[in-house]
């Protein structure tokens, strides 16, 4: 075998599609296929971890004003920290629910198959 010579020609037309942009894109696709890979099969771990600490912070948040509430008397209908708490910790259990869910999922297409 032996090697053979190309003679690579210069671009006469157009411009080339590789930039700045598809490094974007060739970023997020990286993170698709990351994210497909490590949590196909256990989409709990994925919507547990930010769930949890949705529903972690909101709760943090909610206890620090039941607090403020018990001990000092203080009002909280005027407190727009109190609606963030209540809706941390809202999210956080759909965001759980949405990984159960998965979970039974794909738990019920291996049992299939």
């Not at 771990?45 to 948040?61: C, D, N, R, T």
């Not at 965001?95 to 999922?105: A, C, K, N, Q, S």
Request: charged residues 20%; aromatic residues 18%; proline residues 3%.
């Amino acid at each position: 075998m032996t090697e053979i010579n190309v003679k690579n020609n210069m671009r006469k037309f157009g411009k080339s599609k590789f930039g700045p942009g598809k490094l974007f894109t060739g970023l997020l696709d990286t993170l698709t296929a990351y994210f497909l890979f490590k949590f196909s099969e256990k989409p709990l771990h994925f919507f547990g971890i930010f769930g949890g600490m949705s529903f972690f912070f909101g709760f943090l948040i909610l206890g620090y004003l039941a607090i403020e509430r018990i001990f000092y008397r203080m009002m909280l209908y005027r407190r727009p920290v109190l609606f963030l708490g209540m809706l941390l910790v809202i999210v956080g259990i759909q965001v759980v629910m949405t990984g159960i869910i998965g979970e039974l999922i794909v738990f019920l297409n291996k049992k299939t198959k």
